[in-house]
């Protein structure tokens, strides 16, 4: 009985990691960059690159409700500086803030675009306002084992890495 | 179209996309006001009078949510349309907002034609 209830309220693992969720988190990354930016985005062929360069940004949005976890937005700076750029309609833009707010808003939509698209979390996971951190000395802590999609995109020259964390509510 | 527009939004970059796009729909104000939360939005509205409202949900300090219900309680911007603009497109959410107040409903990312769509009636009525 206890199972049954969680199965109907949860977003379990298989399901995290279904193919069509990758498509979804695709699709939602195409139209952010075409709608929002204007740039045209494509999943980068393998070998995936090594982030590199210093001073990388990553931006955190928390899932909670039907599915726990988070969604990770990471670029360098020259992939921010791209983005806060388009976002301004073309103003070239350098400054900290503004490059820290661009990331932290692109994880907000891909985190939001891509839940809104499965019928179990769009009205039942709630995502929390980006955190945005700078540097690669970190490391994400669920309280529980988790599975993840990890996804790479380029755009005019720039990545973008996309990171789909779900606690595993059944395990561990 | 004469007037004040007040785009509340805890993105700065978000405040100049939905006004860059507004601006694209041909919707454009003598004044722009920017608020950064619920309550720097209240605060303007204290002070001014505004003619439309551009309002995120998920918001610091003050939701976009608990913004519309103090709108309400202290009646300012009697009649003012407020559309919300938000990454949370779930339908409790779009309920919630319509029952606080909101007229129209924008989900992010948005394009030019959602803007004209849901935006520019509400100016004409």
Not at chain 1, 98 to 126: F, Q, Y
Not at chain 2, 47 to 75: F, R, W, Y
Request: glycine share 8%.
């Amino acid at each position: 009985m206890a199972n049954a209830a969680l199965a109907s309220t949860t977003f379990l693992s298989e399901e995290f990691l279904a193919q069509r969720n990758i498509d979804l988190a695709d699709e939602t990354v195409f139209e952010v960059f075409a709608s929002m930016l204007g740039l045209e985005v494509a999943v980068a062929p393998p070998p995936v690159p090594e982030i590199g360069e210093g001073d990388e940004r990553t931006a955190i949005v928390g899932y909670s409700g039907a599915m726990r976890g988070c969604c990770e937005v990471q670029m360098n700076h020259s992939a921010a500086a791209a983005v806060a750029t388009a976002m301004l309609g073309g103003v070239p833009t350098d400054d900290s803030d503004s490059l820290n707010d661009a990331v932290g808003e692109i994880a907000n939509m891909i985190a939001g675009g891509w839940k809104d698209r499965i019928p179990s979390l769009s009205s039942h996971c709630n995502i929390s306002p980006p955190t945005v951190i700078t540097g690669r000395a970190y490391k994400v802590h669920m309280s529980r084992p988790s599975v993840k999609i990890i996804r790479c995109y380029h755009f005019g020259g720039n990545h973008l890495f996309l990171t789909l964390r779900r606690e595993d509510v059944t395990g561990g | 179209m004469k007037g004040t527009i007040l785009v509340v939004d805890d993105s700065a970059m978000m405040r100049k996309i939905v006004l860059r796009t507004l601006k694209m729909a041909e919707v454009e104000f003598d004044q722009v006001l920017e608020a950064g939360d619920g309550v720097e939005a209240l605060t303007l509205l204290r002070a001014h009078t505004v003619n439309l409202i551009m309002c995120d949900i998920n918001m610091p300090n003050m939701s976009g949510l608990e913004l519309l219900l103090q709108i309400k309680e202290e009646k300012l911007a009697a009649g003012v349309p407020i559309v919300m603009v938000t990454t949370e497109g779930s339908e409790p959410q779009v309920r919630q907002a319509i029952l606080a107040g909101a007229k129209g409903y924008i989900r992010k990312p948005f394009t030019l034609d959602h803007i004209k769509n849901n935006v520019k009636p509400l100016l004409v009525a």
